[in-house]
C-alpha cells in the first residue's frame, strides 16, 4: 500500500462534489473535545442515564411495572455495554480509515479518511471518559461484536474497507446513537451524543456516495456479487429485534437488582416484545418508519430490480417498505 513521493504528486481528486463537501463539514462543524463538553456534569451512581424505555423490552409493560430502582439499574448496565462496543468500534474505525488513506489513490478520498481518523479518536476519548465517570466495571463486549469488528480490521482492499466500516457499521450505529441522544436523561450524555451522531452522520455519508458510485462504474455480474455479500446482512440487521438471547442479559441485570421471579416475569415480557417486534417490523413493511441501513441500502441502488429478481426478494415486504418509505421525509 506504500505510495511513493512522484505518486504523491499526482494525486487525482475524483471531483465528486458530495465528498469534497463532506471534508469541507468536517472543519466547519468540528468541535473541541474538551472546550464543547461539560465534564464538569456528574453522573450520578444510581442514575438511569436514559428513559426507562430506551433498553431492550423496556418498552414492554412487565418491564414498565417493576420498581424505579430496578429498572435504573437494567438501564445503566444495558448504557454500560453499549458505550464499552461503541468506544472499541470507535477505534476500529480508526484503523480502518488509517488503512483507507493509505490504500487509495484519490485525493478526496484520501483527505474524508483523514478527517475522519480524527474524529474517531475524538469519539473514542468522550465514551472512555463518561465511563470513567460512570465509575464501575461495564459488561465485557459480546463474542459475535468482537468477532464482526475482528473481521473488518482484516481487511485490505479499500472497497471492502468502505463497504464493512463507512457503509454497513455507520449505518447499523447511526439508529443506536441517536435512540440514546434522544432518550438520555443525563445532559452530558445527551450532549457527547449530539456531537458524535453529527460527526457519524457524514461517515455514513461518505459510505453511501462511495458505494453508490461504485456500484454505477461497475457491471451487473459485480454489483450482483457485491450484494450477495451486503445485503442478507442489511436485512438481518435492519430487522433483528430483542429475543431470547438479549433476554437472558436482561434478566440477569434484574436478578443483580433484586428482582427474584425473574424467569416468571421473562416469559411475560418475550411474549410481550414479540408483539411489538411485529408492530415495528409492520411499521417497516408499511414504509412508515426505516432504519438507516434501509434508506442506504436504497440509495446506492441495492434494491435496484435486476438485483431483487437475481435473489428473488422483489416481493419481500421489508424491501417493498422501504422501496415505498419517502427518503426525503
Known sequence: MAMTTRELLHLRNTGHAGINALFAKAHSADWDFERDVDW???????ESLVSHQWTAFGRTPTFQALPDTVKSYVNRRGVGRILNILQVGESVAQDVCAKIGLAVREEDYRNHAAAQAMDEARHHLAYRRF????????????????????????????????AAEQFFLEGLAMN??????????????????????????????????YVERWLREHSLPERIEFARVWLPQIL??????????????????MREAGVDNVAELAARMLREQEELNAADLGEIAAGRNMPHLLKNARRVG????????AFALADNPIVQGALRFRLDA
Not at 464538569?40 to 444510581?46: C, G, I, L, R, W
Open 236 to 253: 438481518f440487521a435492519a430487522t433483528d429485534r430483542p429475543g431470547p438471547l438479549m433476554l437472558q442479559r436482561v434478566g440477569q441485570r
Open 176 to 209: 443506536i446513537f441517536e435512540s440514546i441522544e434522544r432518550e438520555a436523561t443525563n445532559p452530558l450524555l445527551k450532549r457527547i451524543l449530539f456531537l458524535i451522531t453529527r460527526d457519524e452522520s457524514r461517515h455514513m455519508g461518505f459510505g453511501v456516495l
Open 40 to 46: 464538569s456534569t456528574p453522573v450520578a451512581k444510581d
Open 131 to 162: 465511563l470513567e465517570k460512570m465509575d464501575e466495571e461495564v459488561e465485557d463486549i459480546d463474542t459475535a461484536t468482537e468477532m464482526m469488528f475482528d473481521n473488518v480490521l482484516r481487511f485490505e482492499d479499500p472497497l471492502r474497507l468502505i
Open 302 to 309: 441495492l434494491f435496484a430490480p435486476e438485483i431483487l429478481e
